[in-house]
């Protein structure tokens, strides 16, 4: 493994450990969210745009009121950010922010009702921009899901942490019981965050090798289950691991016919492959 997966991967682990124990203690009025990745397209000035879409499961009883992808990167990439369309607020900009960390360069692309917050810790947070509590107005029911967010940036795809917030409504609108050492007071929506996988800008152009797709690939074959099928991931492998143009060629092939509706390759794992073996192709 990549000490760039090594980086990445750490600190998105440590979130999750950290969800998982939250959720140990409170119960999170959100079911099983999902951030997907709708298209990568190639911008006229050469940068990708990312579209995302994220949906909010039949399970869950209460709505989406904000969503964060982490974004972060190693010390010294910097804090760069691009064009950008819709409200936008760098946190980095504030005057004597501490504990910045490096995110990789990025312009957010948002809805008209929604606005970006790039956040200190690296993660370009989404969230309602009609007021209310927390997005109140704006957020994505339960069976529901909302596309129109995107980012541009000139990083190529890996495996990212999401996380998700519920509304205030949702569940945090009864104070808790004052104890004798502390007053009663409203719970945080932050308190019941949910986390999970999504894909995005990782990878400096320089670091995409055919080594990292395949990295790549296991683990949308393993952990994340990107990839429904055990015979097309050993398909996939296989191509992948032949010599020359004509292996990546094959694995192309092969991806584009198992994407799409009913199929096993989902729209994660398409992009997340397509995107960097098509890079690598081109710059071989």
Not at 163 to 176: D, H, K, L, M
Not at 261 to 276: E, I, T
Request: charged share 20%.
């Amino acid at each position: 493994m990549s000490t760039r997966l090594v980086h990445v991967g750490l600190p998105a682990l440590a979130l999750i450990l950290a969800s998982a124990l939250r959720a140990q203690r409170v119960q999170s009025p959100l079911g099983r969210v999902r951030v997907d990745v709708d298209s990568i397209a190639r911008a006229p000035e050469g940068s990708l745009v990312y579209g995302y879409r994220v949906v909010n499961a039949q399970e869950s009883t209460g709505g989406i009121a904000a969503f964060t992808i982490d974004l972060s990167a190693p010390a010294g990439t910097g804090f760069n950010t691009l064009p950008h369309e819709g409200r936008f607020f760098h946190g980095a900009s504030i005057p004597h922010a501490r504990n910045l960390r490096d995110h990789v360069p990025v312009g957010p692309i948002t809805r008209e009702d929604w606005q970006a917050f790039l956040l200190v810790r690296g993660g370009l947070e989404w969230f309602g921009a009609h007021g209310g509590l927390a997005g109140q107005f704006d957020s994505v029911a339960p069976r529901d899901s909302l596309g129109g967010f995107a980012l541009r940036t000139p990083y190529l795809p890996g495996v990212r942490v999401f996380r998700a917030t519920p509304t205030f409504a949702s569940c945090c609108s009864v104070s808790r019981p004052a104890t004798a050492s502390s007053e009663g007071e409203y719970p945080e929506p932050s308190e019941f965050d949910v986390a999970g996988w999504t894909v995005g800008p990782t990878y400096a152009p320089h670091e995409m090798t055919t080594g990292t797709v395949r990295v790549l690939l296991a683990r949308a074959c393993g952990e994340l289950g990107w990839i429904a099928e055990p015979a097309v991931c050993q398909d996939l492998r296989r191509r992948l691991g032949a010599s020359g143009d004509e292996g990546l060629k094959a694995f192309l092939d092969t991806l584009e016919a198992q994407h799409g509706p009913g199929k096993p390759v989902n729209d994660n794992a398409y992009w997340l492959l397509k995107v960097n073996a098509e890079f690598v192709l081109a710059h071989k």
